[in-house]
Nanobody, 125 residues
Framework: QVRLIESGGGLVQAGGSLRLSCAAS????????MGWFRQAPGKEREFVAA????????YYGDFVKGRFTISKDNAENTMYLQMNSLKSEDTAVYYC??????????????????WGQGTPVTVSS
C-alpha cells in the first residue's frame, strides 16, 4: 500500500513563501504521476499542479500564474511544491496525491488512487 506523507504547511503572511513536501513510500510505488490539490473551507477540491514521474512533464492550475513550482526527486520518491507570492485566497488544506501506473487526466482528482492526509496552509493578509 502506497503511503503519502505531506509536510511543510503552516501560517505565513501574504507575499511570503512556503515549500510543501510529499514523501511516498510503499513496496510497489509505481505511479505515473503525482499531484497537489487543495481544498478551502466550503469549496470543492481544486487542482494545483502535477508532474509525471518519468519524463517530468508538468501541469499547473490556471490560478498558479507562475507563483508555484512543482518538482520531484525520483531517488527519494519525494515531490515538492514551492509556493511564492502567497495570497489570502491560497489558504486551504493542500493534499498530495499519486496515480496508479496509468493516468490521462492529471487535473482530475478521480485519476489519483492514493492521497495524503493533507497539510494546512494559512495565508494572513
Amino acid at each position: 500500500q502506497v503511503r503519502l506523507i505531506e509536510s511543510g504547511g503552516g501560517l505565513v503572511q501574504a507575499g511570503g513563501s512556503l515549500r510543501l513536501s510529499c514523501a511516498a513510500s510503499g513496496p510497489t510505488f509505481n505511479s505515473y504521476a503525482m499531484g497537489w490539490f487543495r481544498q478551502a473551507p466550503g469549496k470543492e477540491r481544486e487542482f494545483v499542479a502535477a508532474i509525471r514521474w518519468s519524463g517530468g512533464s508538468i501541469y499547473y492550475g490556471d490560478f498558479v500564474k507562475g507563483r508555484f513550482t512543482i518538482s520531484k526527486d525520483n531517488a527519494e520518491n519525494t515531490m515538492y511544491l514551492q509556493m511564492n507570492s502567497l495570497k489570502s485566497e491560497d489558504t486551504a488544506v493542500y493534499y498530495c496525491a499519486a496515480t496508479g501506473p496509468i493516468a490521462t487526466q492529471l487535473v482530475r482528482a478521480y485519476e489519483y488512487e492514493y492521497w495524503g492526509q493533507g497539510t494546512p496552509v494559512t495565508v494572513s493578509s
